[in-house]
């Protein structure tokens, strides 16, 4: 029951089937989370099989089964290869990454991620990070914070709400959920005040995570970890998250350059087994609303 509504899994039966799961091979979850896909994945190995699930996240880690056919890696998947290497591993069958931000975190008020409980601004998936939302409200200029509303928020008032902000702060520091609303409430529009809200909280905890960046890098190394036929799962619930994805998936680089050889034929190390994303049914979003923001994509390496 803990692992349940701890995160219920997106798209759980979609992506197992998109993994193609060889009963002897080896499998990486990037997300561990609560749980649920990497457990769908272990019950379809054999005793020759093996999953390595990562996670930042020491309550996540807490939270997780046992099974000889499961090692849990304590670690952000930024370092894929490097962890891989400590284990003994060169190349795996197939990986996901689900990019959702486990329940846990949103419906915890001691972590910072919601905005709909009081409590301290932190954001941090790993909480031993250096830097919280707090320090970033408290050190970010005017023009570095109006960026990051504006880029990872894609938000329309980011400049005000920034200036809002800075001036807040010379009188008193925003430390708190309920502080950071009271001074960005005459900017959010009374009709979109959830959605706006949530923007705001987005772009502060992926500056926070920096996850673009830790994205980036996974892709990256997927690459590298993959045998050849060897497939990548990811689900993604944001637009930013969502182009880098199938930039990547497109072409094998971020920035989506389509790259040919003489003959005009494409030279991407990926063939889509998706030419478009999978999203939750209907009957899907009914049981777990926060699926209907999920995109799978999936691709294979050749």
Partial sequence: ?????????????????????????????????????????????????????FDQDIDAIQHAFSDPRLTVVHGNFRYLTNFLRYYG????DGILADLGVSFHHFDDPDRGFSFRWEGRLDMRMN???AVDATQILA???????????????????????????VA???????????????????????????????????ALRIEVNRELDVLKAFLAQSLTA????????????????????????????????????FFGKSLSPLKLITSKPLTASDREVEANPRSRSAKLRIAEKI
């Fill in 1 to 53: 029951m803990q692992e349940t509504t701890y995160h219920i899994p997106a798209l759980l039966s979609e992506t197992i089937e998109g993994l193609d799961i060889r009963p002897g091979g080896i499998y990486v979850d990037a997300t561990l989370g609560g749980g649920g896909h990497s457990r769908a994945i272990v019950e379809r190995l054999s005793s020759d099989g093996h999953l390595y699930s």
């Fill in 89 to 92: 591993v060169s190349e795996v």
């Fill in 127 to 129: 909480r031993k990070s």
């Fill in 139 to 165: 050190g970010y200029t005017v023009d570095q914070l109006a960026e990051m509303f504006h880029l990872l928020g894609e938000l329309k008032n980011a400049r005000k709400i920034a200036q809002a902000i």
């Fill in 168 to 202: 807040r702060r010379d009188a008193e520091p925003v430390t708190t959920v309920e502080q950071l609303r009271a001074v960005i409430a005459p900017y959010i529009n009374p009709r979109q005040e959830k959605k706006e809200l949530a923007q705001v909280f987005q």
């Fill in 226 to 261: 993959l045998r050849p036929g060897g497939r990548l799962a990811i689900i993604t619930y944001h637009s930013l998250e969502d182009r880098l994805v199938k930039n990547f998936m497109k072409t094998g680089n971020i920035e989506g350059r389509q790259e040919k050889d």
